[in-house]
């Protein structure tokens, strides 16, 4: 971390609750959750955040489309985190592994494929979209409600992603160990992970 971060054995009150939940959920304490020891309200602002958006959404699409924006946003932490994800919790290796084996998203189906291009276009210029880009999302079925949700779990991994590579936090080793040495390296698109 290239800041000074408050360690687990000195946080209290907010930060020590944000640190127990965290160590709860993941069954250690990631490597990000210091990032925010200065600031334990703003973890707890993103969190009700992220768990409005993915919530709000088909938890599959939400992890295609944070794994596009991820990518295009550098960020390793976050396409591993999110690659484990989609295939432990949406049960989804096969797509897991076609993104890691062509990070253009070729390999997914047509729906999937116009989530993925979509998001990682919002993640990379947001000015840039256009209405046929909206258009081409429409087209495979996707409401508007649903277009939404892709901007949001987008713009939202943009925040994330980019609070965590500024401040030096990497992928913690024991997510980078649940992937196979070739799924890892294809998952390094910015910063090495912790045991690099």
């Known amino acids: 971390m290239f800041i000074a971060t408050v360690p687990e054995d000195s946080a209290t009150g907010d930060l020590a609750e944000y640190y127990t939940k965290q160590r709860a959920a993941w069954g ?27 919530d709000g959404m088909d938890r599959r699409r939400f992890e295609i489309a944070t794994i596009a924006a991820a990518r295009e946003l550098r960020s ?10 989609l295939r432990d919790v949406c049960g989804d290796e096969q797509a897991m592994l076609a993104i890691a084996g062509d990070p253009s ?12 291009t979509f998001s990682a276009k919002v993640a990379r210029d ?13 087209a495979v079925g996707l409401s508007d409600a649903d277009i939404a949700d892709i901007v949001f779990a987008a713009a939202a991994r943009s925040f994330f992603a980019r609070v965590l590579d500024a401040l030096g936090a990497r ?4 997510t980078a160990a ?18 690099d």
């Open 76 to 85: 390793t932490y976050c396409t591993a985190a999110h690659s484990g994800f």
């Open 28 to 54: 250690f304490l990631p490597n990000y959750a210091p990032a925010f020891s200065t600031r334990p309200d703003v973890a707890a602002a993103w969190n009700a955040m992220n768990h409005a958006v993915r």
């Open 178 to 195: 649940t992937f196979a040495p070739e799924v890892r390296t294809a998952m390094v698109v910015g910063r090495a992970p912790a045991d």
């Open 105 to 116: 998203g070729a390999g997914l189906d047509a729906v999937d494929q116009a989530v993925y």
């Open 171 to 174: 992928l913690d080793a024991q």
């Open 126 to 138: 947001a000015a840039s979209v256009e209405q046929a880009d909206v258009d081409a999302v429409r």
